[in-house]
Nanobody, 127 residues
Framework: QVQVEQSGGDVVQPGSSLRLSCAVSGRTFRPSVIAWFRQTPRKEREFVAAFRRATRVTYYGDSVKGRFTLSRDNNDNAAYLQMNNLKSEDTAVYYC????????????????????WGQGTQVTVSS
């Protein structure tokens, strides 16, 4: 059984930084891709960042490039999302998602490709 546990959400002011954590457990499960998505009530789930283990490449959504950084532990069973210079439009519920499938690059940002999800964590950016 695969579990995805998240932590780190908070209420912060614009310009602040925040770090989210994601831990993946499952005796034989080894994620091929670890990703972060976010969602607000008015929008579809939006791709934020992902790390693909096979190529050791990290991908970012356009709205977070240069501000957010995805990192992971040596075993690729934990991932972190460092969010800097937060803006009000970053307010959302953030989800960690993993898959064991070998995704092609064009599918990395598709939420439907991920079969295991964390519980979500609220990030609120407000003055």
């Amino acid at each position: 059984q695969v579990q995805v546990e998240q932590s780190g959400g908070d209420v912060v002011q614009p310009g602040s930084s925040l770090r989210l954590s994601c831990a993946v457990s499952g005796r034989t499960f080894r994620p091929s891709v670890i990703a972060w998505f976010r969602q607000t009530p008015r929008k579809e789930r939006e791709f934020v960042a992902a790390f693909r283990r096979a190529t050791r490449v990290t991908y970012y959504g356009d709205s977070v490039k240069g501000r957010f950084t995805l990192s992971r532990d040596n075993n690729d069973n934990a991932a972190y999302l460092q969010m800097n210079n937060l803006k009000s439009e970053d307010t959302a519920v953030y989800y960690c998602a993993v898959t064991s499938r070998g995704l092609i690059q064009s599918s990395i940002g598709a939420a439907s490709e991920y079969e295991h999800w964390g519980q979500g964590t609220q990030v609120t950016v407000s003055s």
